[in-house]
């Protein structure tokens, strides 16, 4: 028998990755780097997992989303679980909701609703009773923005690091479908006649923490993947999610530290080095921030060594709006009250003016989730879990906020009188309040902006944060604030255009989750120690 060869190749030491923070952009990078070989150890300041997309808990029995609670477009974890040898549907339960979630719309003191279906022609339907003529715009409209998304596709999929990047050919064969110069509502208006219609397709706009009346024609893609791909949710919350990624992550080798800040990255000239903790050093070949962009920057890296991202800067930058969160543990079940409610006040278009001008709204817009008509894990039985969440001025517009969440927690469940619920005041067994404040102070979120920079045009693509942070070496970014941008299956997209740069920087074994040709995708299994 003859034995195998050995090469210094096959036995040099695994590179060290050290990830800041265990968002859903960290939990992803996790994955997908100890997928790749990579030593990852992940560094958390708080007790649990999830960052933004985590499980919040009450003595009582009573569990919501901290955040996000739209699980949208699953494809792309998919793909990262399979990277990893496992199967999202296996780890997480997953409900497709249809209705999706239901609008109501205030008008002269009246109310109407409209339970937003994928069914085409079930949404047809929907529409046609605000505007017949509408009705006939739906399918336009979805052919439309199935044909943008395509082409937008290979530019969401992959980085920006040079001028050259813009000009490659599927940016300019995508460019005139992005139309700079519209927005997503006056896009929509050559299928939607009817404002309130309008509205039913542009409200995601919010997912990005922007006005409809402002924010680029590009993202009319956002309520098109609702439709074409599904809303779902996850039993256990999206916080569900975020637990069963740190658990493959795990498996894959990637070792959590939980409760433990990171004080700043180190540096030998411009070239990170490591993390220091608690005043101590660790080495690492390169390091992935997940942290708030606003919040952490200034904190990992020191001003002199950013010539791009300055906290000059970072302070004059654009910042998406903040919210008002309640969540609200009741001792009554509300079996009549959609999954998802949006509320859309008739004073819509003047609530985001006065957001934007740092005026806190008397009569808001707002979105509340109630899970338990789906999952009855969320609260006790013959109890609900309520989750508000009402679009306010960041810290920036309105610095004020201490002085004002008691009054504006008034404002908040009186506007739940919209929703035929009464006075539930009698009813509260279990609250938290979070307000921009505290998006700051207890989940380190830059200026409570907690849909991160904003998505206009000039902070977009290669005028965003870097995924391989262009001002030093070896840091890289994930999140909302880099490119592609916020939500959660952007956030994932992210995650793989970055992790692959750190993989092809490291040489690793490659860590994008893309599929494959023939539609496999490679499973790969960590490196011995």
Not at 181 to 193: G, M
Request: net charge neutral; aromatic share 8%.
């Amino acid at each position: 028998m003859t034995a195998a060869l050995t090469t210094p190749a096959l036995h040099r030491p695994r590179r060290k990755v050290a990830i800041i923070g265990a968002g859903p952009g960290g939990l992803a990078a996790a994955m997908m780097l100890a997928a790749s070989g990579a030593k990852v150890t992940v560094y958390e300041k708080d007790e649990v997992v999830g960052g933004r997309t985590r499980t919040l808990t009450s003595p009582q029995g009573y569990s919501f989303d901290l955040g996000p609670t739209f699980f949208l477009y699953p494809r792309i974890l998919k793909e990262i679980f399979s990277r990893c040898g496992a199967d999202l549907e296996q780890e997480v339960d997953l409900r497709r909701l249809d209705p999706q979630y239901r609008l109501i719309f205030e008008q002269g003191g009246t109310f109407q609703q409209l339970d937003a279906s994928a069914n085409i022609a079930r949404m047809e339907a929907e529409i046609a009773r605000f505007s017949p003529e509408d009705a006939k715009g739906l399918r336009p409209y979805m052919e439309e923005n199935r044909a943008k998304l395509a082409a937008f596709k290979p530019v969401l999929e992959r980085a920006f690091t040079t001028a050259a990047d813009m000009m490659r050919p599927d940016m300019l064969k995508a460019l005139p479908l992005m139309k700079p110069w519209s927005t997503v509502d006056r896009d929509l208006a050559r299928h939607f006649r009817d404002p309130r219609v309008r509205l039913a397709f542009s409200f995601q706009t919010k997912y990005l923490g922007m006005s409809p009346f402002k924010c680029p024609a590009l993202f009319t893609i956002l309520s098109f993947l609702e439709y074409e791909h599904g809303v779902f949710h996850p039993i256990g919350g999206c916080g569900a999610v975020s637990g069963a990624m740190a658990r493959v992550a795990e498996r894959m080798g990637a070792d959590f530290r939980l409760n433990t800040p990171v004080d700043r990255i180190a540096f030998e000239g411009k070239r990170a080095r490591g993390v220091e903790v608690g005043g101590t050093r660790h080495d690492y070949d390169a390091v992935v921030v997940n942290a708030d962009f606003a919040h952490a920057i200034p904190k990992l890296i020191p001003d002199h060594l950013r010539r791009g991202w300055k906290d000059k800067k970072i302070g004059k930058a654009r910042y998406s709006c903040s919210t008002f969160m309640l969540y609200l543990g009741l001792d009554i079940p509300l079996p009549n009250v959609a999954h998802h409610n949006v509320i859309l006040s008739e004073q819509y278009r003047e609530n985001i003016g006065q957001i934007e001008n740092g005026e806190i709204p008397e009569i808001p817009s707002l979105y509340v989730q109630n899970a338990g008509v789906t999952d009855p894990t969320l609260a006790p039985p013959g109890h609900s879990a309520l989750y508000m969440l009402v679009p306010v001025p960041n810290l920036i517009k309105q610095p004020n906020w201490a002085a004002q969440s008691a009054r504006f927690r008034e404002v908040a469940l009186d506007r739940l009188k919209v929703l035929g619920l009464g006075d539930i005041r009698k009813h509260i067994k279990y609250e938290r309040i979070v307000a921009p404040q505290d998006w700051e102070s207890d989940f380190a979120v830059g200026y409570g902006a907690t849909f991160n920079l904003s998505h206009e045009l000039p902070q977009m693509l290669l005028f965003r944060p870097g995924n391989r942070f262009r001002d030093v070496e070896g840091v890289y970014l994930v999140g909302g604030g880099t490119h592609p941008g916020s939500g959660l299956p952007v956030i994932y997209e992210g995650a793989r255009i970055t992790t692959s740069l750190l993989a092809e920087d490291l040489g690793l074994s490659g860590a994008s989750s893309l599929p494959v040709p023939g539609g496999q995708l490679a499973t790969a299994t960590p490196a011995e120690a």
